[in-house]
């Protein structure tokens, strides 16, 4: 093994001459040996050149043993805990100038005091030492820069008087944003990571501070700083200190960046500090002499290593749907021999990378989600040789130019636009660290290079730029942005050279794999007999959902496995786990264990490469310590289900990268370390634990889980009142305490947006669980009281479902996880036994068994979102069974006996309910001169559900909509859609930009798209107009696209505006019409207000402007139900109009125009 990296292992007996093996491991950095060593075993370690980290355990040294750890020059990290060490050997140590962290815990030691000559260590541990006071306080004087642990400091005393740890305190307080490192290099970001680190001496320390544009951050309040002496980056700009904060700055050593523009430091201010911190890169506005910009100082350059050295800059936003350019002038190292990233952004959006490949090419990739499209140079670069490389992205076009000469270009669909920050030098999943110099870097907003040029020495800014780096600082650690866009960059290993000055450092092979392994386990899984199995074809992005039996696409369709669901026998040691390891788009995974369910998971090495899943179980079996180590890296998981065996917090520690998470299931008791790793995961928002017992401090920890909406501990054991401590989780909907130990369930009451409550089996007393009812009565609250056929008689969600199917009524039930049922269809049963259930819509339109009486049997639905009573008998004697109806937003009262003022006393019992009625405008869903609005959707959980709007597939049809695209689009958008297996009608705004009106009919899709691009924030009239078997697309009123199509498609299934099938994005929507009649034929222009005529199947101008409900203009009934979906001035995202002014021409649009429209002129 000698490529190891790190090697662990504990030695019984062991000789030197075992440890021969060893010295074949030069690439070896780490090492931790416990047991006893010999001198000569300690010997060997000399012949290591890369070790820079060693943890002996339990052995004993001598001074040669010590002589020989001394002649590790480049160790950064010695641990001696519980060693004994003789004389005064520790001074053999002095030669360890990079020494950094040095732990004795509980080691048997003499003398200390040759520990005085380490002066970079910043951290030491001597707890259990028994170190004399003035020993430690006199090691503490000779360096001062060090963080000392000792029996004198430890537990309660140490958490108050860390400095790092009260300034984090003050940081969370102001609401800035810092990072924590601990002493094994483990990073934890603020406000979101926990404190609790800092307790019983762990090595801790705040990396960066951010506190930009903070008002509550001034001279005074700047001492909270001032204590810590390994802070590196500081962010200051906009706060309110003066020169009078200066002091503060004395002791921040080790601060190599910090921005001071829009403060009120003067220039001599700036100065003093400069002068304070000399290898401090500071950004202000003030002169050249600040440290980070030298004015007249000769050319320099960024000297990158390959290993740790990097730049971070900032999040570089761009138009994905516009022009791109990157260019950078570097030179590659002698001994370069595998990729390195120059320029790169990556995560799970996308990414944009600069590299010189291992082959010494140039290349720019763009990676979309689904594939990784790269233009390749054709030319090598040079090692030592300043070569300029160019990255151009046009019109669905990536070029790449080496020294102005274009040497590749690629198609590619869309620009990637990843959400992460920009790095120079980082190696990402795609990579490796850059190895050579970087001297200019400038990344701009346009396509700058079509043709060959000749590039410039140096770099300027224009409108266009987004980013410019010169390099030409020379000193400290920030690296100034140029564009004055303020995307400064901190230097993080990398140093200054001369331009003239290059580096050279090692670098490995390159490891390719290319098996092409989905179509090999599709086939393994569905011999299974399995059915979970989502394939997605390469070609146009079709799922496919073969069970056993099915055949797969034909060789000549390539696919991927998207999800997968598999059954293994327990440490199943076939080829298919490997495979399934190797699967780089596989999105979801399932393993089912079918061996013996006692036994734990002990290997999941292989799928450690699953880097990109965001969903993984592992089921009927718990996972081992080596199991969940080998999750590590699957850091973009939004769920993850294990059963746990006797972990620890240490081994759990892998959750606290898994910054995604959003449902996690835990099975297995766990410690309260454990819990507080997830108060430090941001997206949390349901947490299933069971069978473990929970304290008052690991409730303490789930309370800060403030995002939380599911919370499930069945089977746990809740000591004392801990359940006060989720008081805090206030948006808390769904609770489960089945079958749960608990002492006391009135912590509870505190949680006023509890909707279920789940304590059957907990013997909670009936006084309890009455008095919780009073104080939470929109809750449905399910225990032993009340369950089996007591619940069935009692529950009014059961008793309305009841009632409705005997009336011959429709709706929908929904259980808490969100799982939606429709009556009369399906069965009642989900009620029994407490299954925490209700009813969302009910629909009895013109139902004559309906009236005022029977209406009472919905009088107890507080969770009931759609109420349909079009038709019925019912008068104004009803109005009081709808009191209780709070969460009511879309009701329908059409062709009743209500009178106008019945519906207007509903309306003001209901006031964000959207009321549809055969009354006059004032009710709520249709304001009369209220202002023009619109609808907005967010692209996540926003849509309208409309009704089946019937259509004859073998005559003319139309969908328009006048819609406004957001800034922020980058998928696919559905304006208007029906989907099913009988077919689909969509209207979308592609991930293009590009208007489309798509058809599917059983065998086949056909689509017509738009040339031009709809411009985000412009209000578009988008039209598709099916006659005469052509399919045509208008946008704005000129024809832009055609298809021909056999038939109209007919779906069987209701429309939707802005649903989210398989994409969504934001967007709102003014106006929308179908039409049984082909509207338009030619260029048209286009209205703007639609008006109902006889071929007019539904109509929204969707001017509502409140409540929940969408009318149809048309008078035909199809009435919408808005879920999510916000009212908003349709002037506010209404762009300026242009008017094209001819010689000839006037100004006649401007009669049109309102008081606050405006024009853009164009003379031609």
Request: with cysteine.
């Amino acid at each position: 093994m000698r490529n190891l990296k790190l090697l662990g292992i504990g030695v019984a007996g062991v000789t030197s001459d075992d440890m021969q093996v060893l010295k074949y491991m030069k690439e070896l950095r780490e090492i931790q040996l416990g047991g006893q060593l010999d001198e000569q075993t300690l010997e060997i370690l000399t012949g290591l050149p890369e070790l820079e980290s060693v943890r002996l355990g339990e052995t004993s040294l001598t001074e040669k043993g010590l002589q020989s750890l001394g002649k590790l020059t480049k160790l950064r990290v010695l641990g001696l805990g519980y060693c004994t060490i003789t004389g005064d050997g520790l001074k053999y140590l002095g030669s360890c100038s990079d020494l950094e962290v040095m732990t004795l815990v509980s080691a048997t030691v003499e003398d200390l005091s040759g520990l005085q000559a380490l002066s970079n260590l910043r951290f030491l541990d001597i707890i259990n030492t028994l170190a004399p006071r003035n020993q430690v306080a006199a090691i503490q004087r000779a360096l001062p820069e060090c963080k000392i642990i000792s029996d004198s400091v430890r537990g309660l005393a140490w958490t108050k008087t860390d400095p790092d740890q009260l300034a984090c305190q003050w940081l969370i307080s102001v609401g800035g944003h810092g990072t924590i490192v601990e002493f094994n290099g483990f990073l934890s970001h603020l406000p979101d990571g926990e404190l609790g680190i800092f307790s019983e001496g762990m090595f801790c320390y705040l990396r960066t501070v951010d506190v930009a544009d903070n008002a509550a951050v001034d001279d005074t309040s700047l001492k909270n700083l001032a204590g810590l002496i390994h802070l590196e980056k500081l962010n200051l700009k906009g706060t309110s200190i003066t020169d009078a904060c200066i002091p503060h700055f004395e002791r921040l050593r080790a601060l190599r960046w910090l921005k001071l523009t829009g403060t009120k430091l003067s220039a001599e201010g700036v100065s003093r500090i400069a002068a304070m911190l000399p290898e401090c890169g500071i950004i202000s506005e003030h002169g050249g002499s600040i440290n980070g910009n030298p004015g007249d100082a000769p050319n320099f350059a960024l000297a990158f290593d390959g290993k740790t050295a990097d730049v971070e800059l900032t999040q570089i936003e761009h138009n994905p749907d516009g022009s791109f350019t990157i260019e950078a002038t570097v030179a590659r190292a002698e001994s370069s021999a595998e990729q390195i990233n120059i320029l790169s952004a990556e995560d799970s959006d996308g990414s944009i990378v600069m590299a010189i490949l291992a082959n010494g090419r140039p290349a720019v990739q763009m990676w979309e989600r689904t594939n990784v499209p790269q233009s390749e140079a054709l030319s090598v670069v040079q090692p030592g040789t300043l070569t300029h490389i160019a990255g151009v992205f046009d019109d669905e076009v990536l070029r790449v130019f080496v020294d102005g000469k274009l040497e590749g270009t690629a198609s590619i669909g869309k620009l990637a636009q990843p959400s992460s920050i920009f790095y120079l030098g980082k190696e990402f999943e795609h990579g490796q660290k850059f190895d050579g110099t970087i001297d200019e870097i400038r990344i701009s907003s346009t396509a700058r290079y079509s043709e060959d040029f000749t590039p410039v020495e140096r770099f300027e800014p224009d409108e266009h730029t987004l980013a410019l780096y010169h390099c030409d600082e020379g000193t400290g650690g920030a690296l100034r942005d140029s564009s004055g866009n303020g995307h400064d960059g901190w230097i993080r290993g990398a140093t200054w050279v001369r331009r003239s000055d290059q580096a050279n450092m090692n670098r490995a092979d390159k490891d390719v794999t290319n098996d092409d392994l989905d179509r090999k386990v599709a086939e393994a899984v569905l011999k299974q007999g399995f059915e979970g199995l989502i394939l997605v074809l390469k070609s146009n992005g079709e799922e496919r959902r073969p069970v056993p039996g099915d055949a797969l696409p034909d060789p000549s369709e390539p696919f991927f496995i998207s999800r997968l669901s598999v059954k293994l026998a327990i440490n199943d040691s076939s080829d298919l786990l490997s495979d399934i390891g190797r699967l780089s788009d596989l999105n979801a995974l399932n393993l089912h264990n079918t061996g013996a369910p006692q036994a734990s998971w002990q290997d999941l090495s292989p799928l450690s490469g699953l880097t990109q899943l965001e969903h993984f179980s592992l089921n009927h079996c718990a996972v081992t310590a080596e199991g969940v180590h080998a999750l590590s890296g699957m850091r973009n998981l939004k769920f993850l289900g294990i059963e746990v065996a006797g972990l620890t917090s240490d081994d759990m520690q892998v959750l606290g990268d898994m910054k995604e998470l959003r449902n996690i299931y835990l099975a297995g008791q766990l410690d309260e370390q454990t819990l507080e790793i997830l108060t430090g995961l941001p997206e949390l928002d349901n947490v299933s634990l069971t069978y473990t017992s929970l304290t008052d401090k690991g409730l303490q920890s789930l309370g800060k889980l403030i995002k939380l909406r599911g919370l499930d501990l069945r089977w746990c054991t809740i000591s004392g009142d801990g359940l006060k401590y989720l008081g805090s989780c206030s948006d808390l909907e769904v609770m489960t305490l089945a079958s749960a130990t608990v002492e006391d369930l009135f912590g509870l009451q505190a949680l006023s947006n509890l909707r279920f409550l789940d304590i059957v089996n907990t013997l909670a007393p009936p006084d309890q669980v009455a008095e919780i009812q009073r104080a939470l009565p929109n809750c449905k609250i399910i225990s032993d009281s009340v369950r089996g056929l007591a619940w069935t008689k009692t529950d009014p969600d059961q008793l309305a479902c009841q009632w409705l199917i005997s009336v011959g009524g429709h709706g929908t039930m929904v259980e808490w996880s969100g799982f939606g049922a429709h009556l009369p269809d399906f069965e009642l049963g989900i009620f029994y036994e407490g299954m925490p259930c209700y009813l969302r819509s009910v629909d009895v339109t013109d139902n004559a068994a309906v009236d005022d009486t029977s209406l009472k049997n919905l009088a107890g639905l507080i969770h009931l979102e759609k109420l349909n009573l079009k038709g019925t008998s019912i008068t104004d004697a009803c109005i009081p069974h709808f009191e209780r109806l709070r969460a009511l937003r879309w009701l329908k009262l059409t062709g009743t006996k209500l009178s106008a003022e019945g519906v207007s006393r509903i309306a003001a019992m209901l006031p964000e309910c959207g009321i549809i009625s055969d009354q006059d405008g004032s009710i709520d869903g249709n304001p009369g001169d209220a202002p023009n609005f619109a609808l907005a959707f967010d692209g996540k959980t926003a849509d309208v559900e409309l009704t089946q709007i019937e259509h004859n597939p073998d005559g003319s049809f139309t969908i328009e909509a006048t819609v406004a695209r957001a800034e922020s689009s980058a998928g696919q958008i559905n304006i208007l859609s029906a989907e099913d297996s009988d077919g689909s009608i969509v209207m979308a705004i592609l991930a293009n930009g590009r208007p489309s009106v798509q058809m599917w009919e059983r065998t086949g899709m056909s689509q017509s798209e738009a040339l031009s691009v709809v411009q985000p924030g412009a209000h578009t009239h988008i039209a598709g107009v099916f006659d005469d078997e052509v399919l045509r697309v208008f946008v704005d009123g000129k024809l832009e696209g055609t298809a021909s199509i056999g038939k109209l498609s007919q779906p069987s299934s209701i429309f939707h505006l802005g649903k989210n099938f398989e994409h969504g994005q934001n967007f709102t929507i003014d106006e929308i019409r179908i039409s049984s009649t082909a509207r338009y034929s030619e260029d048209f222009t286009p209205v703007e207000r639609f008006e109902p005529d006889e071929h007019t199947l539904a109509l929204y101008h969707c001017d509502e402007g409140t409540g929940g409900a969408l009318r149809d203009s048309s008078g035909n009934g199809h009435d919408g139900w808005i879920r999510g979906a916000t009212w908003v001035k349709s002037s506010d995202h209404t762009p300026e109009r242009e008017v094209v002014l001819k010689p000839e021409g006037s100004l006649s649009e401007a009669e049109n125009l309102d008081q606050d429209d405006s024009i853009e002129i164009v003379i031609e």
